[in-house]
Structure formats: C-alpha cells, structure tokens
C-alpha cells in the first residue's frame, strides 16, 4: 500500500501477516565460526578506509560476539548466525490551522532489532510455513545515552528472548515438514552473502523550529479565504535516521540519512455526504532543501482551488474506456500492480498469487517498457527521491536491479532469502524498526522508449476515444496512493485511489471535473492495455506499507495512455454538511486573530 501524507515514522506492534500492500501518504548460508568470525571483523575494521571510532556500533559488536560465543556452546539448538540493528532517530515537527499553531513534536529513538539464526542456512527458524514466517525481533527501545551496561543488558534480555523463540519456532518447523507436503521451491532459508564494513558520521538534524512555526502560521493561514473547507493543515517536518548494523559475519555498518516534508491538506463534504480531500506534498533529505514561501503559497492555492472545485462536481458514474494517467498516477498504478509482484518473499510463499513466480525469462509488459529499482539513485531532475539508502537492513549493500528490460522479466527483488533461480540478495532486505525483514521496494523508475510529447499523448487518447466511440476518456491528474491484493486466497487486484480526474470530451469540449472515483482492476489485464508514455517523468515520494512494515519509496514515471481502465463509485457517507454557520465572517475575519506577517490576500482582523 502507498501512502504519501506520513510525517514521521511510528513505531508500531506486530500486525498479522498483511493482505493489502501499500504505500505512505505510498521504504542474505553459511556457518560462521566466532574466532574466524572476530579475525575478519579485527582485519576488515582496521584496513577500512572511512573507519571511525562509533561508541555505539563497537559495544553492539562487543556484546554480539559474547551472546553470540555463549549461545554456540551452550544452546541447542546452536545459533548459526545473528545480527544486532539499531535504528536511531530525532525528529522535531510542527503543524498548524488557520493562522494557529496546533502542535510540535520532538524526540530522540534508539530501536533494537534482533536477529536469531538456528538450524542451519537450508532450514531455520525463519522458514516460511504457509506464509508464517515468525516474529522474533521485539523493536525494544535502547538508551539514547552512550551508556554501555544499560545498553548491554537490553541487548542481553532481547538476545535471550528472540534465542528461545527460534528454537521453539525451528522444533514446529521440523515437525511440520514431516507431516505437510513438501514445498515447490525448495530453495535455502538464508544466502551467503559478503560481509560489509562502513562507517559514516551521523546525519545531524537542523530544524530552525521557530522559523518554521512561524511559516506554517502564515501559510495555513491563507486557507481562511476557503470558507468551504472544513479542515485544513500545515504540517513541517525533519528527522534523521542513523543506523547501526552488525553480524556474526563480520558486518560493522554505521550509515544514515535525512528525511524532512511539507505537507499540506485540506478536506471538505458536499452536499451529497461525500467526503473531499486534497493535498499536496514536499520531501527533501535536509529541511533546507524544503521549497520556499511562493512555492508553497501557490500550493496551498492549488489546495484549496482543487477542492473547492470537486465540491461542486458531479459525481463520477462506474465507466471502462481509455484514460490517460498523469507521471505520478503512474508511478503508484506501477508500485501496486506490478512492484509488489515481483518482491522475492512472494514466489517461495505458496499463499501468494505468484503472478510472475515461472515468468523470467518471458514478456510481461509492453516492450517498449522497462522498469529500474534503483537505491543508489538520489534525485530525479533535482527532487530528492524517498527511497534511495547506502546498505538495506541486512547489512548488503543497495545496488540497481533491472526488473524488466524492453518488456522481458529479468529477475526479482531480493533480500537474502533465496528463491529458486535467484540465490543473493540484491540489498532489497528492508524493514521498519520493530518487524522482521522481507525483500521490498525501492526508488521505482519506469523507462520506455515509446515516448512522445504531453500534447502528443493527449491526441492519441482522443483518437482511442474515437476509435472505440466512447462518450469521453478520463485523465487522473492525481492520487492519493492505493493498495493491492497478492495473497491467493484472495482477489488478484488492485485499486488504485484518484483525486483529481477529468472527464475528456473528443468533441473539443473543456475537461470536465469529477469526483468520488476509484480505479479497479486486474494485473495481468491492466499490463497488456498500456499504449504509449509521455516523454516526461514524474516523481511520486511516499510510505510503502506491507509485512516488514512502513519504508521510504518513490515511484518515477512518465504519463501513461492505457486503451482500457475501469472506475468504481468511490464509498461515501449519509452524513450532512455541517449544520452551524462558521464560527468567523471569513469576509471581515472578525473572531479571529492572525498571526503577523500574513501573505497577500489573507484576512486580517478588523
């Protein structure tokens, strides 16, 4: 599932295994000895060029390798392999409505994920059984002090906690093999991977808190021209995120990154019970790479125009014809029904669909399509892109994988769980603190080659309206995100959520606006009517949210003309506008005060 409007990460309880994958509003057998395990980390440590002394990842290590030594010689079964993550957060946010600030938030997370490995690299104790693949790590909140007993003993408790749940979990997955039908891939539970040092110094966060709150007074404070809308907000936020990885195999990692967002959101309910939103969001890696004041202006504009606009527009009837999808529509309409698909966890799981399971090798998109993951890549024509990291959370480094080339299924993304015909990772391991790792998505990119000017593209929707004598095509200038099924027990569907669409006439008559729609359909159909792209990319940032929880992505993509898309009638309410007059005169600002420096146009107390 994807979803773009998250100003923060939360941490949050182990979810059963998930159905719907989405994203924010929407990001490897070996048996390793312990001496020659101390060797490598002893040679490797000190001839790495960018090593640097790190409190925290050193005590990591230190107390990995104890736990580690104890446990091989007195558990049984022995551990294999183990691993320590830290991830370690500061965040400042604030918000505000109608001129007022309405909240700030401040904070510093340390979060432990422990890894547990028993058995051995061909059966472990992460072995999928149906889909179950077993929560071990607890994501325990650590010191944010460098204080070395208070650190030890919280890795001391969770390694002794996630030791004896494996166990346990190995012994049923020992007798399950026996009893239930052999899997179809038999590949290993684990790969055998290098083993990666690397040590960067911690992002540091620069949030100027009181210049923000007083942006955000200003800039919400143009919404009290809206009388119509109900709600709105501005919210700012920056927030680092360090993390400190280290194995049993010799892995020491210490990397990190910004995150800081605007976004702005505004909401309103016709006449009919419907309920509008819109919204509109900035990302960039550092606060100070955030838009300026007319940027914003003009975005809080479009905001408040767009929904003001759907308030008076009819209602959307359920309709099939072809549609073009704007860059960003694209990129989520890619993400949901192709992206999931093809994360590695899901072809060894025989709960899944496994669409694409026996595809390599073939054609699954149009062959003027390719499709890139790419975590390395930063930026797309100078915006930041969310997904791009240095190693995934299984210590491997990131790297671009080429999904699909001119049309043909190349391989999967993986994290260092093998599946049949693809035995490494591709550093596609990925997690939110708290939930164990599977393989998922990254930074996105679809190319093609059959690419022609907005104009162009526009033309040739026409022309299919036309062609198949429908009354008008419809173009999705907007999303707010969507969601997919993958499970086989379940509909092998997606939905993908539009806010902004228009209806387009072959006549020459405007585009008309309409509202309360959702787009609906079906993978493998909805691949094969995929006519040609616009030669312009666009970038959607967001949440993705699945298994391992809610990860940083981005979805880029040009405009695609697809010659068949179905809408449904989005869900509404029976509930009435509110029935009391707004508690100001919007046009005297009377009841209400302002703050100082109000951009052109806002009303001010009189």
């Known amino acids: 599932m994807l979803l773009p409007w998250t100003a923060r990460f939360h941490f949050a309880h182990l979810i059963p295994r998930k159905r719907f994958r989405g994203c924010s509003w929407c990001y490897p057998s070996r048996l390793t000895l312990f001496s020659r395990t101390r060797l490598a980390l002893f040679f490797a440590t000190a001839c790495a060029a960018n090593a640097q002394t790190s409190f925290l990842l050193d005590t990591l290590t230190q107390e990995l390798n104890r736990n580690y030594s104890v446990l091989r010689q007195k558990g049984e079964p022995a551990p294999y392999f183990m691993s320590y993550e830290v991830t370690e957060q500061e965040y400042h946010s604030v918000s505000a409505t109608l001129g007022a600030i309405e909240s700030t938030n401040n904070g510093k997370e340390r979060v432990l994920d422990v890894t547990v490995r028993v058995g051995s690299p061909k059966l472990d104790n992460y072995h999928s059984l149906r889909g179950n693949r077993g929560q071990f790590t607890s994501g325990a909140l650590l010191s944010y002090e460098d204080n070395a007993n208070a650190i030890k003993r919280r890795l001391w408790i969770d390694t002794d906690r996630a030791y004896r749940g494996a166990a346990e979990r190995l012994i049923?997955?020992?007798?399950?093999?026996?009893?239930?039908?052999?899997?179809e891939d038999d590949s290993d539970d684990f790969s055998q991977e290098s083993a990666s040092t690397f040590r960067e110094p911690a992002p540091k966060l620069q949030f100027d808190l009181a210049a923000w709150s007083e942006r955000v007074r200003n800039l919400s404070s143009r919404f009290l021209n809206h009388p119509a809308i109900l709600t709105s907000h501005i919210a700012v936020s920056g927030q680092t995120d360090t993390r400190y990885f280290t194995s049993t195999e010799g892995a020491a990692i210490q990397h990190g990154r910004g995150f800081a967002r605007v976004i702005i959101s505004a909401s309103a309910k016709a006449q009919d019970g419907t309920d509008l939103s819109t919204g509109e969001t900035f990302e960039a890696v550092d606060p100070s790479g955030l838009p300026k004041d007319d940027v914003l202006l003009a975005a809080v504009e479009r905001v408040a125009k767009d929904l003001e606009a759907l308030l008076s527009a009819p209602e959307a009837e359920p309709f099939v014809g072809p549609a073009i999808f704007s860059?960003?529509?694209?990129?989520?309409?890619?993400?949901?029904?192709?992206?999931?698909?093809?994360?590695?966890?899901?072809?060894?799981?025989?709960?899944?669909?496994?669409?694409?399971?026996?595809?390599?090798?073939?054609?699954?998109?149009?062959?003027?399509l390719s499709v890139v993951f790419d975590p390395t890549r930063r930026k797309v024509d100078g915006i930041d892109l969310n997904g791009w990291y240095e190693y995934d959370d299984e210590g491997v480094k990131g790297r671009p994988v080429t999904a699909v080339e001119n049309g043909v299924l190349k391989t999967f993304l993986m994290s260092r769980s093998p599946i049949h015909g693809v035995e490494h990772s591709n550093g596609h391991g990925r997690r939110q603190p708290g939930y164990e790792i599977v393989s998922r998505q990254s930074n996105l990119i679809v190319e093609?080659?059959?690419?022609?000017?907005?104009?162009?593209?526009?033309?040739?929707?026409?022309?299919?309206?036309?062609?198949?004598?429908?009354?008008?095509?419809?173009?999705?200038?907007?999303?707010?995100?969507?969601?997919?099924?993958?499970?086989?027990a379940g509909l092998q569907a997606f939905k993908v959520l539009p806010v902004i669409v228009y209806r387009v006439y072959p006549d020459g008559r405007p585009d008309e606006l309409?509202?309360?729609?959702?787009?609906?359909?079906?993978?493998?159909?909805?691949?094969?009517?995929?006519?040609?792209?616009?030669?312009?990319?666009e970038v959607f940032n967001g949440y993705?949210?699945?298994?391992?929880?809610?990860?940083?992505?981005?979805?880029?993509?040009?405009?695609?003309?697809?010659?068949?898309?179905?809408?449904?009638?989005?869900?509404?309410?029976n509930d009435r506008p509110p029935l009391l007059p707004l508690p100001f005169d919007t046009e005297s600002g009377a009841g209400f005060q302002p703050a100082a420096g109000l951009p052109p146009g806002a009303r001010s107390q009189q």
């Open 544 to 573: 993705c949210g699945a298994e391992s929880g809610q990860v940083p992505v981005s979805a880029v993509s040009p405009a695609i003309l697809v010659s068949e898309i179905e809408i449904e009638k989005t869900a509404k309410s």
């Open 327 to 368: 860059g960003r529509a694209a990129g989520v309409f890619f993400h949901e029904i192709f992206g999931h698909r093809v994360e590695g966890h899901r072809q060894k799981d025989e709960s899944e669909g496994q669409t694409f399971t026996r595809s390599v090798g073939t054609k699954v998109l149009p062959d003027f």
């Open 514 to 537: 309409v509202r309360g729609t959702d787009i609906v359909g079906t993978p493998l159909a909805s691949f094969a009517k995929i006519l040609a792209t616009s030669d312009k990319p």
């Open 448 to 488: 093609s080659s059959k690419a022609v000017p907005e104009a162009e593209l526009r033309k040739m929707l026409i022309e299919e309206v036309k062609r198949q004598n429908k009354p008008y095509g419809l173009y999705f200038r907007d999303i707010t995100g969507g969601f997919t099924t993958t499970a086989r």
């Open 172 to 183: 049923r997955i020992k007798t399950n093999t026996q009893v239930k039908v052999a899997s």
